[in-house]
């Protein structure tokens, strides 16, 4: 026996059912791809091309093709690894973390959040890769039996526990994010014919429908649930350590890591809004993935950015308050410095733009949402520009202080690291159902606009009625 | 679950047993004695007992109205059925005022923080500290005291404000109240950040001048919130046992348990984060804090883990953990008693140094948790028995029956 409060906001809107909701979501699967479909395709695969192009260039020529010098030997590499690591958090805290805050709305947009997390996972895990130089040989960054001479990795490294912690969160999510479709696939395969019923049939594992094979996909989804969930905190955290266990001012502080968790699930949250805001209009998916689906994340958006905005505050404080003397001058500096365009993009997209998600209205207006995630965007890119290149541009010795400017190769590959996302992105949602159609369906009796409107008349209330 | 029974929604009223009356004048009694005495066998220890006693208790309060402003702004409707008692809690706070601010007075005269003496920021004094002299524009009494009483000022407003609201709505229902109260817990989120960062700062770490940290405030965050909720759960099952609340039922203590499990773990990841990131760099200013309670407190250094993360984590891991009266409630005991003495193990080295090891929980520390905690259980309990038990017209309060996980 369940009951649930009328007062909430339902989660799909007009009136439905199970088969319509089936036909809704694998309809685009189904049918030819539309016209803005092959256009974003193209758009995305010339980017992509950008970028094998610049990757092929800096492996045939080396590194040193970089913008990198002896003070700033950190730039836009490793930004744009935790720029693209960030944005994969909102789809691990969407499908573990909310699963176990039972919000329900997650079901609307858990399939693509983690489709994201793995495509922004791909594209993060390129740069250490490339940064290695010799990508053939990076196998010798695992800790391997020791036949190739005294080569053997650091334990001691923070390097060396991102390589565990990124390569954990990737299978994990991999495997989650399957295992999720299984079911859905089994649909798709259900209604398909000739060769794509065969190519569904196999991805599908032979998914029958039972009732066993139900009970063992929910106690998987469980486990795999319990397990991404301190996957989420451990990714960024120990991202966060690459910079906070070093004695660099700027770097070493000691709230980096919830911090950089917090700005993680931040620049996520927007960039999901990003991608469905454009998705769920052009999938006309407008009932399933409604306003009230983006206003809670809009709220999220309000809330880590507020985390981060107190953490960048608590940091200038207490730089201040150490009264040591190269932390305050690597906060002046950062504020004040040759590269105060920079941080100061990065509080008003971090701290002051999210701030307008106070405002209902503004929270259910798309438009406005949209421009705000991209903002955040911005916003968390320059984060991670101004921690890593104004910590380590003004060195101890002014003798050693230099500038620093990406060359075009980097620009190239960071421009082209946006098709290689966008492209696997649209493959997803052309190939793939970018909602959850067996989850969307559990809410059905519980959230959807006529169940809830049925509720109200049972208990005597009008809806609909606006508690938030 | 699926025929559970569904039980009818009753006024309840609390009256609270002479016994735990008697109990609680008893602990006050006798805890203002050994405080006394405590102080003035070692004013520094006295002192330091006064404030983190003080101090645990306030954060018990203030964790009862971060736990309103929570359950408001998520829409939450499980915890509807016992939500008085962290409305409760919250009384306590003029009382918790009252005395820090006679604290902070006698702290004043007794120089009990370092940075308070007399020619310490005056760089022709002997007594010349230029770290200390640097930071004067933030510690100096004057401003320190007005930060303290804003801080607590402000709780004290929106605590005041959520409980009547809340209290009203049992007379009139309805959902405006509901939309009142949440505006008003979204409000007091924004200023508990901000009060309370400085809060953490100005009682806690600026106890060891030189030290500093940026997670400080987020881990006394964590210190307080796992101790409230655990107080929360505790103090449910008790009622529960004395024949009330039979709208709570195992799925609501399940979440409780699930609260106080969660919470351990980011309470262990906070610590971590903070212990890892100063022992890894090895900065001397920064390791100071941790040599001195790892040399002089070591037993309890590592007791402190042990109950406030390896307690909750094995004993409250599975579902029947969480499920079951006994087992949760012992759990919640073991990490408020933790707590209290990682508060303890804040305090005590940058305070008395080395001498707090000879004799731990001397005089005035048990002198000072048994004045305070009785304190705490009279107004929290005569306060909760004054209104309804249940808030029998609150919007979400059928949903919170119909709970089940």
């Not at chain 1, 438009?367 to 890593?388: D, K, Q, T, Y």
């Not at chain 2, 939450?76 to 016992?82: E, K, M, R, Y």
Request: hydrophobic share 55%; glycine share 6%; with cysteine.
């Amino acid at each position: 026996m369940t009951y649930e409060s009328p007062l909430r906001r339902p989660l799909i809107t007009g009136k439905t059912s199970y088969k319509q909701i089936t036909d809704d979501i694998a309809g685009p699967v189904e049918a030819k791809p539309t016209k803005w479909w092959t256009y974003g395709f193209a758009v995305s695969f010339a980017a992509l091309c950008l970028y094998l192009f610049s990757v092929g260039y800096l492996l045939f020529t080396g590194v040193g093709v970089w913008g990198l010098n002896k003070t700033v030997d950190w730039g836009w590499d490793i930004t744009n690894f935790v720029f693209w690591v960030g944005i994969g958090h909102a789809g691990t805290l969407i499908s573990a973390v909310l699963l176990l805050f039972r919000q329900k709305w997650r079901t609307a947009v858990n399939r693509s959040a983690e489709a994201m997390t793995i495509f922004a996972v791909v594209c993060a895990g390129m740069y250490p890769l490339l940064h290695a130089g010799r990508p053939w040989v990076i196998y010798w960054g695992l800790p391997l039996p020791n036949t190739f001479g005294s080569l053997w990795v650091n334990f001691n490294s923070p390097l060396l526990w991102d390589i565990f912690a990124i390569s954990t969160y990737f299978s994990v999510s991999l495997v989650f994010w399957y295992v999720g479709l299984i079911p859905d696939i089994a649909t798709i395969r259900d209604r398909a014919t000739g060769l794509s019923k065969t190519i569904y049939g196999v991805l599908s594992f032979g998914w029958n429908g039972s009732a066993k094979a139900w009970s063992r996909f929910e106690v998987v989804s469980l486990i795999l649930a319990g397990l991404s969930t301190p996957l989420v905190l451990s990714v960024h955290t120990i991202v966060s350590f690459d910079f906070a266990t070093s004695v660099i001012p700027g770097w070493h502080t000691t709230i980096f890591p919830p911090y950089f968790v917090a700005g993680a699930i931040f620049s996520g949250f927007a960039m999901v809004l990003t991608l469905l805001i454009i998705a769920r209009k052009a999938m006309r998916l407008e009932h399933l993935i409604t306003l009230n689906h983006i206003d809670v994340m809009c709220k999220i958006i309000m809330v880590t950015g507020s985390i981060v905005g107190s953490a960048y505050i608590t940091e200038f404080f207490i730089a201040w308050y150490s009264a040591v003397e190269y932390e305050r001058y690597a906060f002046i500096n950062r504020a004040f410095g040759p590269y105060w365009w920079a941080y100061w993009s990065m509080m008003t997209c971090n701290v002051i733009t999210p701030q307008l998600f106070w405002s209902r209205k503004l929270r259910r207006n798309l438009l406005a949402v949209f421009i705000i995630s991209i903002f955040v965007n911005i916003g968390m890119w320059f984060e991670r520009f101004v921690i890593i290149v104004t910590s380590l541009h003004r060195d101890y010795l002014p003798s050693s202080w230099a500038m620093y400017s990406p060359t075009w190769v980097e620009i190239s590959m960071f421009v082209g690291s946006f098709g290689l996302f966008f492209t696997l992105f649209f493959l997803f949602a052309k190939f793939l159902p970018v909602i959850a159609i067996a989850e969307v369906k559990t809410v059905v009796k519980t959230s959807s606009e006529e169940f809830i409107a049925e509720t109200a008349k049972k208990d005597g209330i009008q809806v609909p009625i606006e508690v938030d | 679950m699926g025929h559970a029974h569904i039980p009818e929604i009753k006024a309840e009223k609390y009256v609270v047993p002479a016994r735990l009356k008697t109990i609680s004048y008893a602990l006050i009694g006798l805890g203002l004695i050994a405080l006394v005495a405590g102080y003035f066998m070692n004013h520094e220890r006295g002192l330091a007992s006064m404030l983190f006693n003080n101090f645990y208790f306030l954060g018990l309060s203030v964790a009862g109205i971060i736990f309103l402003a929570l359950q408001a702004v998520t829409n939450a409707a499980w915890s509807v059925g016992f939500r008085r008692i962290p409305e409760a809690m919250t009384t306590f706070l003029p009382i918790a005022g009252v005395f820090m601010i006679l604290f902070a007075v006698v702290a004043y005269f007794g120089h009990f923080y370092h940075w308070m003496h007399h020619g310490i920021t005056d760089i022709n004094s002997p007594e010349y500290d230029e770290i200390i002299a640097k930071k004067a524009g933030y510690l100096n009494f004057p401003f320190w005291i007005v930060r303290i009483i804003a801080a607590i000022g402000i709780w004290i407003i929106f605590a005041t404000i959520i409980r009547k609201n809340s209290l009203l709505e049992d007379e009139v229902g309805g959902i405006a109240i509901l939309k009142k109260n949440k505006t008003m817990s979204a409000m007091f989120i924004v200023f508990y950040a901000v009060t309370w960062a400085m809060f953490s700062w100005d009682t806690l770490m600026s106890i060891d001048p030189h030290w500093f940290s940026t997670i400080f405030w987020v881990y006394q965050f964590a210190n307080i919130w796992v101790s409230g909720v655990s107080f929360i759960a505790i103090v449910v099952v008790l009622l529960r046992r004395a024949g009330y609340f039979h709208i709570i039922n195992e799925n609501h203590l399940h979440d409780l348990g699930k609260l106080i499990f969660a919470f351990s773990i980011f309470w262990t990841y906070i610590w971590l984060s903070q212990f890892l990131l100063i022992y890894y760099a090895h900065i001397p200013e920064e390791t100071i804090y941790y040599v001195e309670r790892f040399e002089s407190y070591k037993p309890f250094f590592f007791l402190n883990l042990a109950l406030n993360f390896i307690s909750p984590f094995l004993l409250l891991m599975t579902r029947d953990a969480k499920r079951k009266e006994n087992s949760l409630i012992l759990v919640a005991a073991i990490v408020m008693f933790g707590h209290w003495h990682d508060l303890w193990l804040t305090v005590m080295p940058g305070a008395v140094g080395h001498e707090a090891h000879s004799g731990p929980f001397g005089l005035a520390e048990l002198g000072g948790a048994a004045f305070f905690g009785g304190l705490f259980l009279l107004v929290v309990f005569n306060n909760l028995a004054k209104v309804n038990l249940v808030p029998v017209k609150h919007p979400y309060l059928k949903e919170s029956l119909y709970h089940a996980i």
